[in-house]
Every structure is written in C-alpha cells, then in structure tokens.
C-alpha cells in the first residue's frame, strides 16, 4: 500500500489518529468494531505484546550497562567485633640517642579487645579489551532489542487485522450459507408441492433435498469456525467482536501504484527488522571472538585505597593498642599468563558459531526477499482477481434471476437453479476473501519493508463500511 501520492495524507492521518486513540472513551467501544479499533484494544491487553514490550525495556538498560564499564567502581567495608592479637618480632635493631641494641626482640599482646576496621576502595579501568568488548556486545544487544520491538509492534498491527477479519470472513460465510439455505429450503418445499401435483418428477425433490443436506453440512463448519474465530478475537483484545463492520464488494479497486520489484526487494534488505537483527547477531558472534583473544592482552587500573585498623585490650605484658591507617592511589597492571587452555578452546568455538550466525544469515536473507517477491506479485495479482470477480458477481446474479424466471416457467430445472445459486453465494464469499487477502497482502509487503505503522492500519480501514 506504499502510495507515493499518498505520503502527505498518511503524515497528518498519523497525527490525528495517534491523539484520537489515546483519548479513546470506553464508549466508543459500544460502537461497531474496527481495525483501529481492534489494534488499540490489542495493545493493551495482548499478553504477547506486554511481553515484548517489557523485553524491549529491558534492552534500553543494555546501552546504560555498556557506558558503566568504564565508570569507576568504590566499595567500602567496615567492621566491628572483639579480637585476639599476638605478635612477636625477632632480630631488630633498636636505636636512640646514645644508645644502640642488635637482636632485639619486640612483643605485643591483646586479648580479647575491641577491634574496629574500615576500608574504602576505588577502581578505575584504563585500558582493558576484554571489557571493550563486553561493552560493545552490551551495545548492539540493545539494537537488537529496539529492531526486536519494532517487529513486535508490526506483528501486533497484522495480528490485529487478521483477527478483524477471521471474525469478518466467518460471520459473513454465516450469513450467506443461512441465506443460500434458506432459499434451497424454500425450493425444496415447493418442488415437493409441485410433484405431489405432478407438475415435477421425482428427481427434482431429490436434487433439492441433496443441496439442502449439504448446505446444512456447510452451515455447520462455518458456524464453528465463527465460535473459534471469535474466541481468538476476544482472547487477543480482551473483548468480544459483538459488532463489526464489513467490506463493500461492489466497489471497483484501483490497482495500487508500486515501486517496482527490484526497489522493494532493496529496500527490505536496508529495513526489514528480523534482517537487521540477524545482522547484529552476527557482530555479537564476532565480538565473542574477540573476547576470547583478549585473555592475553593486559589490564591497566588506576586504583585507590585508604584503611584504618584498631584492636584496644589488655594481654600479658599490660594494656595496649594495635592502630594502623594506611592509604595509597597507583596505577595496577594485570598481565595473563596461562588459563589451562580453556580460552583457546571457547575461542574456536566462537569461531565456528560466528561462522553459523552468516550462513544463518545469508539463509534469512534469501527467504525475506522471496517473501517479498510473493507478497509484491500477491498485492499485483489480487487486485486483478477482485475486478474479475466483481464482474463474475454481476454476471451471476444476472444468471440467477434468468435461471430463477425460466425455472418458473419450467425451462429451466430445479439442479439449473439451485446451481444458479450456489454459484452466486460462492462468488460473493471468494470475492469477500479476496478483498482481504488483497487489504493483508499490502500490509504484509510493508512489514517486510519495516514501513508498517498506524497509517497504513488507517488506510486499510477505509476499505470497511456499515453494514
């Protein structure tokens, strides 16, 4: 649905639309149902989108995890409590004025006295690659997290119209069997009349008949699919569909104007989400590598430490008091020797996942534009069979009338007319199906582009109408 024509239009559409929704009322909710509609009740209640939307959150942290890296971190301890100390030194030289000793022996000795600690520590990374790397993983991660939400709001949009018209499609396909059926109900009673009175052969009641039974086997299956189709509706936005809107059948479609395939196939490859996810999956799995190399480079730290320690008793030699307060600030190199050989061996392993990742890639790559070719030949090719099978519309609601007039006058048989209408009921549901499928075809050729937003939801609305 990627109208150039159009781009100005979808911009204040956006603009109107994004303030209308926000101030939904609930009573707008006792109003037909509608794809905006349907979308805003999605948003809030779906338990998939709260869970990516709470994913996508957790992402945003990614980028601020990265940025700590490379803060300084400080601790400090401190502690309290009762302590036994007992020191001896041996062998000292002791001097003062006029007088010097050798073979000195010095002793200390608290028991049980009050001991009290403190520490305050800081550390500032310098120079490590190893967290380069970690910090540039924690970055991209967060990109991931972004394109992740963005394809989860484009899933929701399509999910959305799709639940829309499960319900739509179903009721509809309801309403037309019961209608076909009971019109084949009405022929069955009166061919019964008219061969009671001999005016019909026995055939013509069991033909009637025959459609009847097979219509009511019809009726059946579409009936359940209408319970299922609703039940997903109401388990998706949390109301049920009383009331929606339908599609106009009658209405010709104006082929909508195109970028030729190549560009669209380009322009998914630069956009598409789940590519650009893969893609920094792939710089992750390289930066693993990276990773492990770097147990051999160097860490440099500037570090900082100030200690205060005391032990207040009494022990053998009288009361006495341990003290020591120390500080010092430097720069602390850290040099990797040898780590068993693990690194080398995750290494490898890396490697070869970096290697999966771009075949992986190259995989999703090739199917996404495959996906693209289908769904731009879907949106070319369903607009034609909507105008072909607008024009067989008309062409069997004329048949049945002829068929309806010659039947009353007997040239024509009841299986002529029964035929007659089965054909105009199975036109009308193929064309109803096709209009969706031409409405889900453009909105899935512009999820592929990463170009699917609320604009383009409005723009698909404009295709339904009061019934």
Not at 96 to 114: A, D, H, L, W
Not at 274 to 298: C, F, H, N, T
Request: charged share 20%; no cysteine.
């Amino acid at each position: 649905m990627q109208n150039m024509t159009r781009s100005v239009k979808r911009t204040v559409l956006g603009v109107v639309l994004t303030a209308t929704l926000q101030a939904l009322p609930m009573a707008a909710l006792a109003q037909p149902l509608d794809l905006l509609t349907t979308w805003e009740l999605a948003r809030q209640h779906a338990p998939e989108f709260r869970a990516e939307q709470a994913a996508a959150q957790a992402g945003l942290s990614q980028s601020k995890q990265a940025r700590s890296l490379w803060l300084p971190t400080v601790g400090a301890s401190a502690t309290a409590g009762r302590g036994t100390h007992n020191a001896t030194t041996e062998g000292a030289y002791f001097s003062m004025p006029g007088q010097t000793s050798e073979e000195v022996i010095f002793k200390t000795s608290v028991r049980n006295g009050e001991m009290y600690h403190y520490e305050v520590g800081i550390k500032q990374p310098l120079l490590d690659r190893k967290r380069l790397v970690q910090s540039r993983q924690l970055r991209l991660a967060s990109e991931v997290a972004d394109y992740q939400w963005q394809q989860a709001q484009q899933e929701l949009l399509l999910t959305s119209v799709q639940r829309y018209f499960d319900v739509l499609v179903s009721r509809e396909t309801v309403a037309v069997l019961t209608q076909q059926l009971d019109q084949v109900r009405r022929v069955q009673e009166e061919t019964t009349k008219r061969y009671e009175i001999g005016d019909l052969p026995i055939t013509s009641t069991h033909e009637s008949t025959a459609q009847l039974r097979h219509l009511e086997a019809q009726l059946a299956e579409a009936e359940m699919q209408a319970v299922l189709a609703e039940e997903a509706y109401a388990n998706f936005t949390g109301q049920a569909p009383n009331k929606t809107l339908s599609i106009d059948l009658t209405t010709p479609l104006v082929e909508p104007e195109l970028h030729t395939l190549n560009e669209w196939v380009e322009d998914v490859r630069r956009h598409n989400p789940v590519l650009k996810m893969q893609d920094k999956g792939v710089q992750i799995a390289k930066e693993q590598i990276e990773s492990y190399r770097a147990w051999k480079s160097p860490t440099v730290d500037l570090v900082g430490r100030a200690a205060y320690e005391k032990l207040d008793g009494s022990g053998r030699y009288g009361d006495a008091i341990n003290k020591a307060d120390e500080w010092m600030v430097g720069v602390q190199l850290n040099v990797p020797i040898f780590t068993g050989g693990y690194r080398s061996h995750k290494r490898v392993e890396a490697t070869h996942q970096h290697e999966q990742r771009l075949a992986e890639n190259d995989s999703l790559r090739q199917e996404i534009t495959q996906q693209t070719r289908s769904a731009w030949l879907a949106v070319k090719t369903s607009s034609k069979q909507v105008n072909a099978l607008q024009q067989a519309l008309r062409a069997n609601e004329a048949r049945l009338a002829a068929t309806q007039l010659g039947h009353e006058v007997g040239h024509n048989t009841t299986l002529e007319n029964l035929d007659a209408e089965h054909a105009l009921a199975s036109t009308q549901l193929q064309l109803l199906q096709a209009k969706v499928a031409f409405i889900m075809y453009q909105l899935q050729l512009n999820a592929l582009a990463g170009g699917l937003n609320i604009e383009e939801l409005a723009l698909a609305n404009t295709y339904l109408q009061q019934p």
